[in-house]
């Protein structure tokens, strides 16, 4: 496995960013269209959808962090995602994530 020695102040991926601002500068940017841009979903939706995508990952780091902005956004917004998911806050993220992508 390859390995990078990155400055331990720096959780995760932002390490990475830092390492290599000339490409971490456009991931961020990229992040930030994909998940704050423009869309049909909520910016909580896409955020649910990164927790998701982030667990199938295994990606510990990428998964709390969605889940954490998920549940502050969608607090404000569940009643437009859909009635059932009234009580998705006393969910696991997981469980909920998997529901709502079926319901897409």
Request: aromatic share 10%.
């Amino acid at each position: 496995m390859s390995y990078i020695d990155l400055p331990s102040e720096f959780p995760g991926i932002i390490a990475l960013m830092k390492y290599r601002s000339d490409t971490g500068k456009l991931i961020g940017e990229l992040t930030e269209a994909l998940l704050q841009g423009d869309s049909p979903l909520s910016a909580g939706e896409r955020e649910l959808i990164a927790t998701y995508v982030s667990l199938q990952n295994e990606c510990k780091f990428c998964a709390t962090a969605h889940e954490a902005i998920t549940r502050k956004v969608l607090l404000d917004q569940f009643d437009a995602i859909h009635p059932a998911y009234k009580c998705w806050h006393l969910r696991n993220a997981h469980e909920y994530a998997v529901q709502f992508l079926n319901y897409l």
